[in-house]
């Protein structure tokens, strides 16, 4: 008698656990549902609203809804896409290709359509849709620029007097007589920075651009991607994706000290700005700029004051790749003319574990930062251990603002484009 | 079901005891590592992986899968498994602008000629048994004999 009762106890307590399981994973698959297994601040919901290949960069969106990518590799011999959600159930079905080259830079404004190869920045007309008039014979604006292999897409975004910022990065990890060579010293006076290793400013409404024609606008970055003008302060922002491999110098870093320096700095870029490559990093514990051991630097000495402090650092070798400034309406307050940035996730803290792989929110005023940054939404590696090993399942690239004010999120290693809203 | 795992215990028991004996008999060929004979024995790849986590690893990555379209992948790739003094070349002169597979790399591979022909004959023998590869493996003469030519 006694067993019985203890046995229909037993049967009770595990009943109500099994329905505790199954209530358990009925939220945690519902969630999913609402998350795409990103996690965010309570209030956001994602979705993947399509899945593309030939693993889309950054990213436009037009007034209706519609959805620019470009693309790093061809497909069906094309690196541009336009997608559309032609029966208005949240899934981008319609997919047009066009454009025969590939490449990251991608910018909407005022009926015009920006794109870049690696070498030249096109210009597309739109229609009152905002649909590309001649996807074949797109205007050149400018060619010639410098890709040499390593740090070669030209990211790109406008100002609002008729002048479009082009990244230029570097050909180089930080200027040695033989790059990433073990003890390599640094090319004197380094002559990258003469065609490379910046922004540099073009007008919006002249052909065959190149060099000559061009303002080299800010020097000293080694490798942009992701950039936005702010449009509060009306100035031009940046993310660098920060030097590599300080173990070149093992006397001076071991590959603990590697995974952590320098920091991926946010720059705040205004005409003439010389932020500093190859001569200098930016060190986020010491919060100093240091000379590099490739120009005779200790992991101490500091280099010239001359060059400009950034406005956020982040931890090491996340590669940010991508920049948008909040100015939509369905996110919280707080979100409102702060700053996303999309990091890529890092491959240079090796043998330490990697990280990135999510998105970041940096709240600003009046076009400085006004707190600290923080994670906003992650999860997209799939699990810690695939971050960890750097073999994640999703990579956060390009971003965009959708007309409802929700925030679009690319995904170069898979080709998910991932659509974040908040409800109230 | 007791019988079963009592076999299991007998057979893993005996596993694991001739797995021990064989650990000394695979030593033997060690001490000739640096000779003609181009074994793969735990000496060689221990030593091999203290030159791959010092030099290699930050690029290849700690599985050899390198980086997507930035370092190349060491896994059952032909640059790894093929011709070994074009192998060894690569770790003397380095590598740039080379496809594998249809994909393309954008960092450079910097020569590594600083490193002693025991290094490389043992980092070279340790990646060819290592990240699912299965080759011979390469001697320090054979190294010898490439950096000779010029």
């Not at chain 2, 600083?114 to 003469?141: C, E, H, M, P, W």
Request: hydrophobic residues 35%.
């Amino acid at each position: 008698m006694k067993l019985r009762i203890k046995s229909l106890e037993y049967k009770t307590k595990l009943s109500r656990v099994l329905a505790g399981t199954a209530l358990f994973t009925l939220i945690a698959l519902q969630s999913n549902a609402q998350t795409a297994g990103l996690t965010m601040p309570a209030g956001f919901k994602a979705s993947i609203v399509a899945d593309t290949t030939g693993r889309p960069r950054h990213i436009a969106i037009t007034k209706k809804g519609d959805i620019y990518v470009k693309l790093f590799r061809k497909v069906k011999e094309k690196g541009l896409l336009m997608l559309q959600d032609k029966d208005g159930d949240g899934k981008y079905e319609t997919k047009t290709a066009f454009g025969d080259y590939i490449g990251t830079g991608l910018y909407l404004k005022d009926n015009y359509l920006y794109a870049s190869s690696d070498e030249a920045v096109f210009r597309y007309k739109l229609d009152a849709n905002e649909h590309v008039i001649n996807p074949n014979k797109p205007d050149t604006l400018v060619k010639g620029l410098v890709s040499r292999k390593q740090h070669e897409t030209k990211s790109l975004v406008l100002d609002n007097n008729g002048n479009i910022y082009v990244n230029i990065g570097a050909p180089s990890n930080s200027c040695q007589i033989k790059d990433r060579q073990m003890g390599s010293l640094g090319q004197p006076d380094c002559p990258i920075l003469e065609t490379a290793g910046g922004i540099w400013q073009f007008k919006i409404d002249k052909f065959n651009q190149s060099y000559p024609e061009g303002v080299r606008y800010a020097t000293g970055l080694r490798n942009v991607m992701g950039l936005d003008w702010n449009q509060q302060n009306n100035t031009l922002f940046v993310m660098q994706h920060g030097r590599d491999q300080l173990t070149m110098f093992p006397e001076l870093f071991d590959s603990k000290l590697n995974a952590e320096l320098p920091a991926e700095c946010m720059y705040m870029i205004k005409y003439g700005d010389n932020a500093g490559w190859p001569y200098i990093y930016f060190d986020p514990f010491q919060k100093k700029k240091i000379l590099a051991p490739e120009y005779g630097g200790d992991g101490k000495k500091e280099g010239d004051s001359k060059f400009i402090d950034p406005v956020v650092a982040f931890p090491a070798h996340m590669a940010p790749n991508g920049l948008l400034f909040y100015t939509g309406n369905m996110f919280p307050e707080k979100y409102k003319n702060g700053a996303f940035v999309a990091f890529h996730g890092s491959w240079n803290r090796s043998p330490e574990p990697q990280k990135g792989f999510m998105v970041a929110f940096v709240p600003f005023k009046n076009g400085k930062p006004s707190g600290e940054w923080e994670v906003f939404a992650d999860g997209f590696a799939g699990s810690p251990e695939k971050a960890a090993a750097g073999r994640p399942d999703h990579k956060p690239c390009g971003l965009a603002m959708g007309p409802d004010g929700s925030l679009y999120v690319t995904d170069d290693a898979k080709g998910a484009i991932y659509k974040i809203s908040f409800n109230k | 079901m007791k019988r079963t795992t009592l076999t299991l215990l007998i057979i893993s028991i005996f596993i694991s005891v001739t797995a021990q004996t064989k650990k000394p008999v695979a030593k033997k060929p060690a001490a000739k590592a640096s000779t003609a004979s181009a074994a793969v024995t735990p000496t060689v790849m221990a030593r091999g992986k203290v030159v791959y986590n010092m030099y290699c690893i930050s690029c290849h990555q700690p599985d050899g899968g390198g980086v997507p379209s930035m370092n190349a992948p060491i896994v059952k790739t032909k640059q790894v498994l093929g011709s070994k003094p074009a192998l060894i070349n690569i770790i003397l002169k380095g590598m740039s602008g080379v496809d594998i597979e249809g994909e393309s790399y954008s960092n450079v591979m910097p020569a590594h000629a600083f490193l002693t022909n025991q290094q490389i004959a043992d980092v070279l023998t340790y990646v060819r048994n290592n990240f699912g590869n299965k080759a011979s493996g390469v001697t320090v003469a054979e190294v010898a004999a490439v950096r000779n030519k010029k």
